[in-house]
């Protein structure tokens, strides 16, 4: 087995990680059923994924749960009431949640590990935030967790802006480091030109590379197969693609891709038939046209989203003269 | 300018080809409006596309007139109802049209070039039929035209076929050899394989690849950026993808991608609002979930288009075990 795995053979060492009900949350303020958040469980579980990101450690004062479903706060007894215990080593699954930089009461809300179904922390950043972020690391790490640094929307910083990012997460504990095209901008030659950069920073630390993409531009799998042919080892996808605006990398398709027997795509199959296809009818999410547009032009896709919840959604003209107009 | 040129400059040589209509048109017997025909002539006149493939000329004696629409034929009198005189000087488009082996009249069917509103004739075959091409390909350059050569399905073939096609062809007047991936099935890897085979073997030539992507697992566009990255002139495109089975690569992706400025996007983005989106009303193109899946298993989407038009068409377990299990 090489470092990197010539075609049909593969890499034992890289570890996909479902985010389904995290970032697939996010649309509806993650008022996903209970029943939902199971099935993509059993589901991750059969289809022999590694992680599964079930929801956000965020602050109950800034995201009333009267507002925001259980899967913004990922309470123990939440998640318990769909896990039970969780045994990692029985299930081949490890539970993850992810922590954002200011929206987190983290002190109170990341408590020891030993007495969590998680077994890994994500604590997303942008630039600024990188001195909460890594003292949430640090947390995370002493009460027990794996650790994972999550610089969110990196095409929208420059490159001495995520050098000291990844100067600064190189001291931490974190064991990985994820690329993260939260607008969806990213080509594939930007992806390679950051892989590279994240290597070289975090070189002889024996931290990973991770990916995180969206596919405002059809460019999430891409993006994510470019990543593991460089080398980086921990991939994020949604079932589906599910996600807020565009979406991210569709798990079926990452699966048919990898090459470890270990996954089995018919489980993901079976969810999107059961579950995910028919929350289409509820919620919207995809490469639609007014994702395209912000992706192209490297904004937020809060736009977009607006837009197509307004009365004039099919009007892409309109919104291509819009975002052009405003930028 | 460099030969690859780098980030947000761009090669001039670079050309695109609409092939909207011709793929289209596919999946309903191109029983496609001449209102449709004429806004995508136009929208592709005003978006500075270099080409637009408006059609097969393939036998009326195997394709009936009184079952398929006149973008099957392309007789010069249903053309010119739509483009008049067509100037290419004055529009900046040319127009062409593909003939398949073993599925046109070509002697008959394919007159002299300076009678015609078309000025490139792609010919389109399977390994088997490439003697068949070469002839083809042949005579319409005596008629005058620009020719191309269009390999289908690569993906299904040997690599000595390859190679056989590709010294055939080199032999020919074609100007142009795609690749051309009509299962959907090519990973970036493999991309990069057949665009370095291709490329020794017509080096010298002067001959241009292209690139012919499908959908099936959301790599079109991808596939075509990278393609036009190894240095490939010559990309074609639908606009909104639309095409037979999952579809094909974007146009309004691709042209968010070029950097050379008499792209224009808004025409394009225009023609899905006021024609192609309304059309999925009535037809159905696009990376559903059975496309995925003959794209991964290296299979013709006819069998996943059947079953999009089944009762079952929403039971994609049904279809994943029928898929395993016929191979």
Redesign the interface.
Known sequence: MTEKAP?ITYRPELKVLDCTIRDGGLINKHQLSDDLVSATYHACIAAGIDYMEIGYKNSPRLFSPDEFGPWRHCNEEDMRRIVGEHDPEATGLKLTAMADATKSDWQKQIGPADESVLSMIRVAFYAHQVSEAAEMIQHAHEMGYETCANLMAVSNFSESEIDTVLATVRDTPAQIMVIVDSFGHL???QIDALYTKYTQALEGTGKEIGLHMH?N???????T??GI?LGANRADATVFGLGRGAGNC?M??LL??LRNPKFK??PI??L??DYI?PLREQIEWGPL?PY??TG?MNLHPRNAIEWREGDEK????AF??KVVADV
Chains 1, 2 share one sequence.
Do not use: C, M, S, T
């Not at 099919?314 to 003209?317: C, G, I, M």
């Open positions: 075609w080509y594939r030659e596919n531009l059809q460019l999430a799998f891409a993006n197969i470019e042919i569709p079926e398709l048919g891709f795509l018919r199959i079976k999107i038939q296809a046209v395209n547009l192209q099919d009007d892409f003209v291509f003269d």
